[in-house]
């Protein structure tokens, strides 16, 4: 769920913008070096905590299984980044 996580964080360009992530799937199991059938479960887990929002799907592909998640920072995390 980590790399995972780490993998949407580089392809959201860490928030600064401010488009999200739109990787597919099998890109980010590259990415993170995991299996593509464990990302949607690894991305539902960092969903209800609160790591990742899902926006939704891509404008004019709802079919698409692609879709935007940006990643949640916080207070100490915009420290770190200064």
Known sequence: DLRLLGAIAVHD???TNGQACWAS???L???AGCHVKSV???IARLIKPGYLKD???KPGRQRSR?????VVYN???AVAFE
């Open 13 to 15: 360009r860490f928030n």
């Open 25 to 27: 799937n099998e890109r």
């Open 29 to 31: 199991a590259e990415f």
């Open 40 to 42: 949607p479960r690894a």
């Open 55 to 57: 926006l939704g799907a």
């Open 66 to 70: 692609s879709r935007f998640l940006m």
């Open 75 to 77: 207070e100490q995390d």
